[in-house]
């Protein structure tokens, strides 16, 4: 979680419990929990406002598809995949055509 481990999370609860007391410390995990809430909420919202505006070719967007580094990321994955099937469809044998003669190398035997 936001790139807390567990040590790092033991210290922080151990100096929010000497900073403000054992019995404060529920309420403000409460009202934390409630912050969250609120603003995971809003972000939902927000991803389905964008959604009713761009219109149904957009259904499946997520606001994590616009960081531009998974753009960039997803280009340039479509364009090696792009050219790996190209690369594919050249090396494929070519069907013969009617009346064509096969391959024959008389060297090999």
Known sequence: M???GFGELAVIVVI???VF???KIPEMARQIARVLHQVRNMANNARDDLRGE???AYQDLELRDLDPRRIVSKQIQEALAE???EEAVARAPKPLLAG???PYDD???
Request: aromatic share 4%; hydrophobic share 45%; glycine share 14%.
């Open 2 to 4: 936001f790139g807390i």
């Open 16 to 18: 929010a419990i000497l």
């Open 21 to 23: 007391g054992p019995d």
């Open 54 to 56: 761009l219109g149904p």
């Open 83 to 85: 050219i790996e099937q």
């Open 100 to 102: 064509e003669m096969p």
């Open 107 to 109: 060297q090999a035997t």
